[in-house]
Structures are given as C-alpha cells and as structure tokens.
C-alpha cells in the first residue's frame, strides 16, 4: 500500500483544513488506517484511527470534539477533517496503513505497516 497525503496548509486559528491520504493498492478496503501528527521538538502523536470499515473510529483526547476522521473505500481515500484549529496543532500530519480484518484499527504508531510522506499544518494566531 502506498499513501499520499495532501490538504495541509496555513490557517488561522479557529479555522478548517480537511486532510486527505490517498491510497493505491487493492488491500486497502481491508486496512485499518490512522492519522499521526508531529510538532517541532516533539514524539509523533496519535491523532485519530478508523478501522476498515468505518464502523470504528478512535480520536485522541487532545482534538476530540474538533477532528473528524472518515473513510471512503471505493476512492481509497480516507480523511481528516479538522476544525476550531488552534496553534498547537501545528505539526506534520502523516497518514498510516495496516491490514487488519477485524473491526478494530490501533493507535499506536509501532503497529502501522505503511507510512505516507505527511504534510505540513500550521495554525497562526
């Protein structure tokens, strides 16, 4: 599975960005797939897990009540959608990849297979 992530960009605090990570390969209807973010200076974060399906989704406490993660499987693309934006949000936002044919998708960075390049969010104030 390969992924391409896009959609990141300069926003003004209390603003929206929706993340997009693309993927190719025919395995990926049954991966479970996550959002991870990483600030200058700081560990990668869990930011949010959806499992293959989309009947199962985990977001992080810390953007709970602001992020959004779906799925669509026909496009193999799944999405962050990110609103009331603050600063410290700022990071590279990576999407990730594992097969996984529970209903389940993890939130630990180490049981991921597949890696995108990230792409970089940046919240002004």
């Known amino acids: 599975v390969q992924l391409q992530a896009s959609g990141g960009g300069l926003v003004q605090a209390g603003g929206s960005l929706r993340l997009s990570c693309a993927a190719s390969g025919r395995t990926f209807s049954r991966c479970a797939m996550g959002w991870f973010r990483q600030a200058p200076g700081k560990e990668r974060e869990f930011v949010a897990a959806?499992?293959?399906?989309?009947?199962?989704?985990y977001i992080a406490d810390s953007v709970k009540g602001r992020f959004t993660i779906s799925r669509d499987n026909v496009k193999n693309t799944v999405y962050l959608q990110m609103n009331s934006l603050k600063p410290e949000d700022t990071a590279v936002y990576s999407c990730?990849?594992?097969?996984?044919?529970?209903?389940?998708?993890?939130?630990?960075?180490?049981?991921?297979?597949?890696w995108g390049q990230g792409t970089q969010v940046t919240v002004s104030s």
């Open positions: 990730a990849a594992v097969p996984m044919f529970s209903d389940y998708a993890p939130i630990e960075s180490s049981e991921y297979d597949y």
């Open positions: 959806i499992s293959w399906s989309g009947g199962s989704t």
